[in-house]
C-alpha cells in the first residue's frame, strides 16, 4: 500500500521568511509520480507541480521550489520570500497503479500542511 | 474559459435524504473524479470514471451513487445509507488514468446535513 506522509500539519510564518513543507512517501512501485497542490481557503484544489520518479532535479518556478530525494523518499516543497497570499492548505500526492501491473493509477493525498503567512 | 464546475458551492439537506452533486467540465478530459475532503484530513476517493458510460468504486464508495451518461458531467448521489454525509466534495478530472495524467479540480461543494 502506498503512503504520503505530511507531518507538518500546522506551519505559521511571518511574511517573508522562507519556509519548506516536508512531504514523505512509501511506495513499492519503481516508476510513480509525485505532485504538489494548493488549496486556497476558497477550497479549490490547485495543481503545482508534478515530478516523476526518474527526475530527481530540483525545480525551481519563481519563488517556488521543489527538492526530491529518491535516497530519502521525500519531495519537499520550498516557498522563498513567503507572501500572505500564499496562505493556504498544501498537499502532497503520490500516483500510482491500482493494483500490481495495471494500467489504472490513482492518486493518494497526504492530509496536507496548513500555511498560515502572517503580515 | 474551460475548467471544472461544481454547483451548489453550499447544500443543506435533512438527513435521510439523497442528494446529488453536479460536477461538469468542459476540458475533453475523459477521466473524471469525486472526492472527499473531511476536516484535517486528505483526499479519499469516492469514485472515479475512465470514460462515458464507466466508473470504478474508489476507497470510500459505500453510500455513494454516480453516472457518466456524458463525457461533460459526472455527477454524484450521496444517498440516505452514507451515514457521516457532511463534509467538502470535490470533483476533478484528467485527460485519462495513466500514470501521467495529471488531475484538475473543481470548487468544490460543502455539504451540511441536518
Known amino acids: 500500500a502506498q503512503k504520503v506522509t505530511q507531518a507538518q500539519t500546522e506551519i505559521s510564518v511571518v511574511e517573508k521568511e522562507d519556509v519548506t513543507l516536508d512531504c514523505v512517501y512509501e511506495?513499492?512501485?519503481?516508476?510513480?509520480?509525485l505532485f504538489w497542490y494548493k488549496q486556497p481557503p476558497s477550497g479549490e484544489l490547485v495543481f503545482l507541480i508534478r515530478?516523476?520518479?526518474?527526475?530527481?532535479q530540483n525545480e525551481i518556478s519563481g519563488r517556488y521550489s521543489w527538492n526530491f530525494q529518491k535516497s530519502t523518499s521525500s519531495f519537499n516543497f520550498t516557498i522563498t520570500a513567503s507572501q500572505v497570499v500564499d496562505s493556504a492548505v498544501y498537499f502532497c500526492?503520490?500516483?500510482?497503479?491500482?493494483?500490481?501491473?495495471?494500467?489504472?493509477?490513482?492518486?493518494?493525498f497526504g492530509k496536507g500542511t496548513l500555511l498560515t503567512v502572517n503580515p | 474559459d474551460g475548467g471544472i464546475t461544481q454547483s451548489p458551492k453550499y447544500l443543506f439537506r435533512k438527513e435521510g435524504q439523497n442528494v446529488t452533486l453536479s460536477c461538469e467540465q468542459n476540458?475533453?478530459?475523459?477521466?473524471m473524479y469525486w472526492y472527499r475532503q473531511d476536516p484535517g484530513q486528505g483526499l479519499r476517493l469516492i469514485y472515479y470514471?475512465?470514460?462515458?458510460?464507466?466508473?470504478q468504486k474508489g476507497d470510500i464508495a459505500e453510500g455513494y451513487s454516480v453516472s457518466r451518461e456524458k463525457k461533460e458531467s459526472f455527477p454524484l448521489t450521496v444517498t440516505s445509507a452514507q451515514k457521516n454525509p457532511t463534509a467538502f466534495y470535490l470533483c476533478a478530472s484528467s485527460i485519462g488514468v495513466s500514470l501521467t495524467d495529471t488531475q484538475y479540480f473543481g470548487p468544490g461543494t460543502r455539504l451540511t446535513v441536518l
Open positions: 470514471s475512465q470514460i462515458v458510460n464507466d466508473f
Open positions: 500526492a503520490l500516483s500510482e497503479a491500482w493494483n500490481s501491473g495495471g494500467s489504472n493509477y490513482k492518486l493518494t
Open positions: 511506495t513499492r512501485d519503481t516508476t510513480y509520480y
Open positions: 476540458l475533453n478530459h475523459d477521466a
Open positions: 515530478r516523476n520518479s526518474f527526475d530527481e
